[in-house]
């Protein structure tokens, strides 16, 4: 199964988009759905996972209730809707599906299927 995320772009601060990620298959047995950034010199973040199972949501300490995580159960996709961008949000975000039985949720050493990023870029 691949992952494929889009949705990303060109924005100006204050701006909002909506990123998606929607497998090529049946992600079986597999109930965490995260998204990391990783910006230019900088280490892989957490920025939020959702449980396919039990609907919990958790998001990195940055996100203060910036952006929100989401699925679409019959389009089988996983959403970052992202509010209010600052720059220092420019990155390359992805999204990840969760190895069956890994510690939840922020570590991306839990993480073993990876889409192939999509660029944000928030402009000042």
């Known amino acids: 199964v691949q992952l494929q995320a889009s949705g990303g772009g060109l924005v100006q601060a204050g701006a909002s988009l909506r990123l998606s990620c929607e497998p090529s298959?049946?992600?079986?047995?597999?109930?965490?759905m995260g998204w990391f950034r990783q910006a230019p010199g900088k280490e892989r973040e957490f920025v939020a996972g959702l449980s396919r199972s039990s609907g919990n949501t958790y998001y990195g300490d940055f996100v203060r209730g910036r952006f929100t995580i989401s699925r679409d159960s019959a389009k089988n996709t996983v959403y970052l809707q992202m509010n209010s961008l600052k720059p220092e949000d420019t990155a390359v975000y992805y999204c990840a599906s969760m190895r069956p039985y890994s510690p939840c949720c922020d570590s991306a050493s839990s993480y073993d299927i990876w889409g192939q990023g999509t660029l944000v870029t928030v402009s000042s």
């Open positions: 298959g049946r992600l079986v047995n597999r109930y965490m």
